[in-house]
Every structure is written in C-alpha cells, then in structure tokens.
C-alpha cells in the first residue's frame, strides 16, 4: 500500500507452500522458514534496537518470537486466517458504551492480534512483549500468581510503584463488569473462549526511553479457557484508557507503524510515538469518528480500481454511515483484507477477466491460479488519498511459485453493519501514520522487513 499510484517491486511477504489432502483437497499453507524443526536453518535473532520513542515491532509467530507456537506453521497461518472471521465479529459489535475492553455475548470472539512490541512495566523494570491492537482500548498483562494463565509475566509484588485502583476511581467506571472486593476495582470480561478477572491496577510503563508513571491497566488474575494471548495486550485505540488517551501530553494522540512482512525474524518493524520524526512527505486522508465504534480508525475509502478500471461499486456500499457503524477502517489485527460481499465480489471479477488463466480455489481462497500469472495492481482510492497495493500484498504465492491467490475476501454476513477492514498484509512495508488532533490518517512507502 502506497500513498500515490506508482507500484515499486519487491520481496514477496508470505510464500505459502500447500499441500493437498486426499480426496477433499485441503489445501494448507506452509512458510517452512518459519516452520519450528527447521533448525539447521534456523534465523539468528538480533538484539532489539530502540532509541527515542520508537519501539520495534515483531510478528506476533514470527521465528525469533518467544510465542511462536509448538504446533506446525501450516497450522497457525490457517488458524490465523480462520480468526479473521472471528475479530470482525467483535469489531462490528462495539457500541458507544462503557465498556472498554473486548466482551463477548456468547460469541467466539478471538481476537488475533498478529504484532507484538517490546514494553517495560514497573520499578524496576520488568521486560514484556504485548499484542500491539489499534482497535482495542486498554492494556492488560498476566499476573504472577494468575489462576490459568500460560505465563507468568508480571510481578507486581517486586514493583516499588505498583498498585491498584479503588471503586472511586475514574476509570473503574470505564471497564466492564466492574466489581469491588473490599476498596479494590476488579472486573470481569469474555475473551474468546476465555473469562479473564482482572484487578484495575496502575504503574510504570516505559516504552523506549519515555517512561510513563500511574499507567491504568488490567493484571489478570484468573483465566479460564486458552484464548487469551500470553504476551497481554497494548492498546491503541481511541478510548479514554487507551495509550493514546494516556499520554496524551507526551505524544500528543499522534502515532505511526511500519509493519513487517510475516517472514521477517525480528524487531524489523517500529511503533513510532508522538509527532516528532513522523514522515514530511505523506499524503492524507481524513479520519473519521463513528460514535457507534468510537474506539475504531475510520477512513472513507470511496472506490477501487484494479489495473486501470474502476471497479462498478455501488457507493452505498462504501459509504462511511454513522448511524450504523457502517464503512471502512484500517486494522492490525485482522490478517486479510475484507470487503463487502457486493464490493468483493465486484473487485474479484474484475481481477479475474484481467488475468488470463483458469481460476481455482484454495480454503478461503476463491481466486487463485496454478501457474505464472500477470496480475493487474489494485488501487484503493479515498477521500484526498489513492494507495496503490503493490503486488505483493495483492497476491499470496507458493513457495515454488506455481499458485498464487488473490489476497481478499468478502466480510461475513452474519455481522451488525459490515465494515470494510483494511487488513495487516495490506498495510505491511508501509508507514501508517495516526494523527488524531488533525484527524487525518497517513499512508506512504516503506520497507521495514
């Protein structure tokens, strides 16, 4: 994704190896590089390197990540994929209420936050890795001492500026299900197939340099269920117990990312905080606020074109409607990008009449071709912006290069008021930036794997 209408090749992000099942031809998706018993070739981890208010940004299973999963990549990347369905269930069920943090209503909501960033909690320090989340408000760590939680990160007890927040206090009133055990705020939540309780707690962040006293977070105490991420969760949303609602005198409610490709064995990405050494030369669109999701980034993307024809969309379909939630955001946590099913649909069949090939499908996939293929760029246009996909965040390819498949889908129906989501695949080796006091979002090119 670029912010003008030049395309600029480079190394592909994911190569998928997929094998075939048998009978129901199951397809999965393999990225050996990744693949744990890899380890003759496996990457030499690099130390993180971090200055100023600049954080560096990993994949959350990338092959020098500590939560890299013991089963197969083949299996994370469809389980991944899978989730996407599930996280667009809980971003079009926000609602301008209380609640702050994610809650199921007997939904699987499993969130699938795909980056994580390196942070510091307390004094002294104790070092964390959080799930980076623009669409959720709050952070949340595991407790030493945390009934059913994976890990032990956090240690309050060793903390000399840890402590928990009373009933009286402001943001006990901001989360949900809030309880009191003599004069300290807990609450509960929903999480996935999990339920989490949590003490309302505050202490030292330190994010980079920058240190961030009486930073108000949730220390989990007792989990049920294996949905909630071990790293915890760092959220950049536009609610009041966000980062950005937290340090707002710092950095000034202005942030930006660089996502790495999927590949990428380190901290290759960064999380820049604040306005000072953001990108001069970025074009904009506006940000918009939708009181019915107020936590989500909000953009009004207008039309796509795919090579040089404007997809026939009607703009009833696109358009940003804030008496019901409807429109298009920009998400790090979900994987693919989704449109509704009558845009998908119309930007799929353009890209299939200007692809000469025979059109297959893998799992998710309905636009895929075995074969050498010359795919027509995608162009995303919005209000005061056109962003230019470059190939390879349009197409996911085999590692032996004879399948490719079109990297979109169509959002689910069975959700209240579809939104359009700009995805994490679309979005990496590119700057992203946030600025909320000028309300108005970023976009140009950067190569950060």
């Not at 909690?121 to 994976?150: F, Y």
């Not at 993307?301 to 298009?328: K, Q, S, Y």
């Not at 955001?329 to 693919?336: A, H, N, P, W, Y």
């Amino acid at each position: 994704m670029e912010g003008d209408s030049k395309t600029t090749p480079f190394l592909p992000i994911a190569m998928l190896a997929f094998l075939f099942r048998c009978c129901c031809c199951l397809f999965i998706l393999s990225l050996p590089w990744l693949d744990s018993t890899a380890h003759a070739s496996a990457p030499r981890c690099a130390a993180l390197q971090q200055h100023g208010s600049t954080l560096g940004i990993m994949h959350l299973y990338g092959p020098c990540s500590p939560f890299r999963l013991a089963k197969s990549w083949e299996e994370t990347l469809l389980e991944m994929a899978a989730a996407d369905e599930a996280r667009l269930l809980y971003l079009t069920n926000l609602r301008s209420t209380r609640v702050i943090l994610p809650v199921g209503s007997g939904r699987q909501l499993l969130q699938s936050t795909t980056y994580i960033v390196r942070t510091n909690v307390g004094t002294p320090r104790q070092p964390m890795l959080m799930a980076l989340d623009i669409s959720n408000d709050a952070a949340w760590v595991p407790c030493a001492g945390c009934v059913g939680c994976s890990r032990s990160v956090f240690d309050s007890s060793k903390s000399s500026t840890y402590s928990t927040l009373g009933c009286q206090a402001v943001q006990c009133k901001q989360v949900p299900n809030p309880s009191c055990a003599g004069s300290a705020c807990s609450f509960n939540l929903t999480y996935g197939t999990s339920t989490v309780q949590a003490n309302l707690s505050r202490d030292t962040f330190t994010f980079s340099n920058d240190i961030v006293p009486n930073y108000a977070f949730g220390c989990l105490q007792h989990v049920t269920g294996g949905s909630v991420p071990p790293q915890g969760l760092l959220g950049l949303g536009r609610g009041p117990l966000s980062l950005l609602s937290q340090t707002q005198n710092l950095y000034h409610s202005t942030f930006s990312y660089c996502l790495p490709s999927f590949k990428s064995p380190n901290f290759a990405g960064s999380l820049k905080l604040g306005p000072i050494a953001q990108p001069k030369r970025i074009k904009y669109t506006p940000l918009l606020r939708n009181p019915r999701r107020p936590s989500l980034y909000y953009v009004n993307m207008i039309g796509i074109t795919v090579g040089r024809r404007v997809v026939n969309i009607p703009p009833e379909v696109l358009a940003f409607n804030p008496a019901t939630g409807a429109g298009t955001i920009i998400d790090s946590g979900t994987v693919i990008t989704r449109l509704v099913e009558p845009a998908y649909v119309a930007v799929r069949d353009v890209f299939r009449r200007r692809v000469n090939g025979t059109v297959t499908t893998l799992g998710g996939f309905d636009t895929c071709y075995v074969g050498p293929i010359r795919p027509p760029t995608i162009t995303l246009h919005f209000v005061g912006m056109n962003v230019t996909l470059p190939l390879d965040n349009v197409m996911i390819h085999s590692t032996a290069g004879t399948i490719s498949c079109l990297a979109m889908a169509a959002a689910p129906l069975n959700v209240n008021s579809v939104v359009n989501v700009i995805a994490s695949m679309q979005q990496q080796n590119h700057r992203v930036l946030f600025d909320v006091p000028n309300s108005r979002v970023g976009v140009s090119r950067e190569l950060c794997s």
